[in-house]
């Protein structure tokens, strides 16, 4: 139906409807109008910060869309500044504050929730802050927060204020207005051995005191602090177990401020000690009396402005002979025979101890004391208390002690043998010159040491240290110690305890000798011994041998110089040549090991000893014994002596060769080492360019005991009768001469290795002299005096091919006889030494005796004469050794008639 069919009513009754709808959306326009007025003011009249949050990207992130004024002033932030900003550009710590996760549950979940408690800080504001957040209808999210910093500092102060009341030990309890207890704290239960309901249970304060104190509390104590605030007094309190505590106690009164009483507090602090102190002292008082008087030593109270002596003690009248009422009336500048020093002391603070001061008695005598001081402040006075001691006795036994220990010490630091002082823990107190020469310390690094530091063989003494702890004494006690360079030190020790004067064993005093010199020295002169006898026994092997020699080389030589370069014979007879040379040198070289002589030296090529040394011991060696031979080609010459170079390598390939009863390989090596540095044979450090020479067995090899054994004369591990021992012995004796070095390497059952270190030629070596042509011109007359037969023969026929005429005689006598008839008959006297009935010597003084200027020639053999013993003291012209090659006998018979009545030449070969 359209308007225009409508009546009138009906249209009254729709615009009566339209203007009823008009006035109910005014009113409410108008009521909103007020809401939102009503919302703003009490938004931004709250007293709790709000803010409201816009969720974006999905609840990521949360922007300000609104912040009330309680909000800017808590967070010290305007509004304007924030809207439309992310909560993490305001607050950059909310994720850490924990808040931003709050919000994203509550604005996922839609239910409120409360962000507990939490201190927020960032470089803009700190504080503690409490939130409780919840979700809009239209999805906002909405925090209200509160500043609660105040009441956590506030909480904080009280706690602290409880825990001071806590830790004190003091008894602190409140009562309210009716006496009715409210709080205690832990010292309360500990003082009256109760716990917290027991203490409860008495409703009443004075029930904690006995009867006496609570009438205080009640009659004095309380009404006192009603009116004044608080009262002090000395009460006590009642233990649980009845005693009575006593007690120094404050009451305060707290009132309202109208004036009426809200509570009592009391603190009450245990005096049981301070009453127990109080009663000490006046026993104490009574004891300083007691001990004041009875003291040994001179007792004085001095006012310290004044120096007026304020009392005395007996003994300091009878010191000074004074009686005690004389001293009061004096200064204690008056009893001293040096005033002003003790002036000065008695205004001196503190303790104070003088060791010597003179003072002097009522008769004027003059004596030495000790003094002890100190000083007290009694009813405002400074009061100076010293304890005198006479010390006339004491500084005499002291200066008697003083020249003891001077005494001591001198003898102490002058003592050749080392003294060393040590505690029951065995560390060093003291130790003399000597003591720190012998360990090579200095002082101040021996007194942080102690004896296990330098004992070698520290479980081996023990049982001598524990004698010495049960006070035994040790006597020339043997032991080995290490110096500061590690070097092993055998000691004769002699220690004692050193006991205090209640027979204490407070530490040792060792006396110790260094015995190592001596042992080497001991060694020395068993070594010495050793070649002595090796000396006598080369010396009558070479006599004797000598004698054998001369006849095998003389008349060897002779049938050589008949045969002519064509004989067959010639060959055999230079074979037999050889070999007696070879004996000859061997000879010659164990004499100069006995007496370690050091013949003349020449340069050597090793490869020609070892070449001549192999075809020596090819028919030696057993067969099943191959011979390897490793040799560097154009090594530089040695200086020595080839005859001896070759005995040391015979005798390690002998040596080698018993090692292997079964077979194997024996190898020799020579070859260049360069330069070496290294300790020698004869402990000496050797540097410069050497040449090894080494040989090598597969045999059965050796023990340490072995090794370290070998080239001790004598040493042998065969059976007796299969080795003398000598021949390592000779080895080390000839590479000792020639400044070399030996190094062994052996092991059972993996062969040995022993190789030899000998130095190349430094410098020329001087040729071997030209041999001369035979000197037979001359036609003198010679007188020749052996008792070998052999020798006889062979020399006689030597000199007469050389045109000499000769007379020989066996026995000395004889020919002694026949030269006292005919002494101008004979130009030159040749003769042995070693002869029975007179030696040589003896004969050439007779022979003198007879003729003064006849020439002599002795022949000796190699062990007869010491080589140092002088011809002029032997009475002789010149010296021949056998065996004698027929060139040697012609040059040294042809240079004594030469210079005859002259001084003698001497020829040893």
């Known amino acids: 139906m359209d308007g225009k069919n409508k009546t009138k009513e009906q249209l009254m009754s729709e615009l009566k409807k339209l203007r009823q709808q008009l006035k109910n959306q005014k009113e409410i326009e108008d009521a909103l109008n007020v809401a939102q007025i009503s919302y703003k003011a009490l938004f931004d009249g709250m007293s709790n910060g709000v803010a409201v949050y816009e969720a974006r990207n999905n609840g990521n992130e949360f922007v300000f869309s609104d912040f009330n004024k309680a909000g800017e002033k808590i967070d010290n932030i305007k509004k304007e500044v924030i809207i439309g900003k992310s909560i993490h550009e305001v607050f950059p710590h909310v994720k850490e504050f924990g808040l931003f996760d709050v919000f994203q549950r509550v604005w996922r979940t839609g239910n409120p929730e409360r962000h507990p408690v939490t201190k927020y800080v960032d470089d803009r504001i700190c504080g503690w802050r409490e939130n409780y957040v919840y979700k809009l209808p239209d999805g906002k999210i909405v925090a209200i927060y509160e500043d609660i910093s105040e009441l956590k500092k506030e909480e904080k102060e009280r706690l602290r204020l409880i825990a001071i009341i806590e830790a004190t030990p003091d008894f602190v309890a409140i009562v309210d207005s009716d006496n009715t207890p409210i709080y205690h704290n832990r010292a309360a239960l500990d003082i009256l051995g109760m716990d917290y309901d027991e203490l409860h249970s008495s409703r009443q304060l004075e029930q904690a005191h006995p009867d006496w104190a609570a009438r205080i509390v009640l009659e004095k104590g309380i009404p006192f602090a009603i009116q004044h605030g608080v009262w002090c007094g000395e009460t006590a309190l009642l233990h649980k177990d009845g005693h009575e505590i006593p007690v120094s106690q404050a009451i305060l009164v707290h009132k309202n401020p109208d004036g009426t009483i809200d509570s009592i507090s009391t603190i009450m602090r245990d005096i049981t000690q301070c009453k127990q102190a109080e009663k000490d002292l006046q026993i104490s008082e009574e004891k300083y009396r007691t001990l004041f008087e009875l003291d040994s030593d001179a007792l004085f109270m001095v006012d310290e402005e004044s120096a007026d002596i304020l009392d005395a003690n007996a003994i300091a009248a009878q010191m000074y002979g004074y009686s005690k009422e004389e001293l009061l009336q004096l200064k204690a500048t008056d009893l001293s025979d040096e005033p002003e020093k003790t002036k000065a002391a008695i205004k001196l603070n503190g303790k104070t101890h003088v060791p010597i001061r003179c003072h002097k008695k009522k008769d004027g005598t003059v004596f030495p004391v000790e003094i002890a001081a100190n000083d007290f402040t009694l009813q405002g006075m400074k009061i100076n208390i010293s304890s005198i001691r006479d010390i006339t006795e004491r500084m005499h036994e002291e200066k008697l002690l003083r020249s003891s220990e001077i005494k001591y010490r001198r003898v102490f ?30 002082r101040d690094e021996l007194m942080k040491m102690s004896i296990p530091d330098v004992d070698a063989e520290p479980q081996a003494v023990l049982p001598a240290h524990n004698q010495l702890l049960q006070g035994e004494s040790l006597i020339n006690y043997e032991h080995k110690l290490k110096d500061k360079d590690g070097k092993i030190l055998t000691v004769l020790n002699n220690s004692t305890a050193i006991q205090d004067d209640d027979g204490n064993i407070i530490g040792m005093q060792s006396i110790l000798m260094d015995i190592s010199r001596r042992e080497q020295l001991e060694a020395q002169l068993r070594q010495a011994q050793k070649m002595e006898a090796i000396g006598v026994l080369t010396g009558g092997i070479a006599h004797e041998f000598n004698n054998l020699l001369v006849p095998i080389l003389g008349f060897t030589e002779l049938l050589m110089s008949e045969k002519s370069e064509c004989d067959p014979d010639l060959a055999d007879l230079k074979q037999i040549q050889n070999a007696g040379n070879i004996a000859k040198d061997l000879i010659l070289q164990m004499v100069a090991f006995g007496r370690r ?123 007796v009768g299969q080795g003398s021992g000598l021949g390592l012995s000779v080895v080390q004796g000839v590479v000792e001469q020639h400044e070399g070095r030996i190094d062994v390497d052996s092991a059972l059952g993996k062969g040995s290795t022993i190789q030899v270190y000998l130095p190349v030629v430094q410098n020329e070596v001087e040729p ?142």
């Not at 003294?419 to 029951?424: A, E, L, P």
């Open 413 to 442: 630091e002058n003592s050749i043998s080392a003294i060393y002082i040590y505690d029951v823990e065995k560390n060093f107190i003291d130790s003399n010159q000597a003591g720190l020469d012998l360990l090579g310390y200095s």
């Open 768 to 909: 071997a002299a030209v041999k001369t042509e035979l000197l037979s011109e001359r036609k003198e007359r010679i007188l020749l005096i052996d008792d070998e037969p052999m020798v006889i023969d062979l020399a006689k026929s030597m000199l007469e091919q050389l045109g000499y005429k000769v007379t020989a005689f066996f026995d000395c006598v004889e020919a002694l006889t026949q030269f006292a008839d005919q002494s101008h008959d004979f130009d030159l006297v040749m003769m042995d030494y070693g002869m029975p009935k007179m030696n040589g010597k003896q004969l050439a003084e007779q022979l003198k005796i007879i003729r003064p200027d006849i020439a002599i020639i002795l022949i000796t053999s190699y062990g007869d004469l010491d080589p140092k013993e002088e011809i002029g003291t032997l009475g002789v012209d010149a010296l021949l050794t056998k065996p004698f090659p027929l060139q040697v006998l012609s040059e040294i018979v042809r240079k004594v008639l030469n210079k005859k009545g002259g001084k003698g030449v001497g020829v040893n070969l």
């Open 597 to 719: 002589s050091i013949p003349k030296r020449e340069s050597v090529q090793l490869e020609c000893v070892v070449e001549d040394t192999i075809r020596l011991i090819k028919n030696t060696i057993p067969s099943n014994i191959s011979i390897n031979k490793e040799v560097e080609v154009g090594l530089p010459p040695i200086l020595g002596l080839p005859n001896e170079l070759q005995q040391v390598l015979l005798n390690l390939c002998i040596n080698a060769g018993q090692a292997m009863p079964a077979g194997g390989v024996l190898i020799i090596r020579l070859r260049k080492e360069g330069f070496c540095k290294f300790i020698g044979v004869n402990g000496k450090l050797l540097q410069g360019n050497f040449i090894s020479l080494s040989v090598q067995d597969t045999g059965c090899g050796m023990i340490q005991n072995t090794i370290d054994h070998m080239f001790d004369p004598f040493f042998s591990t065969k059976d």
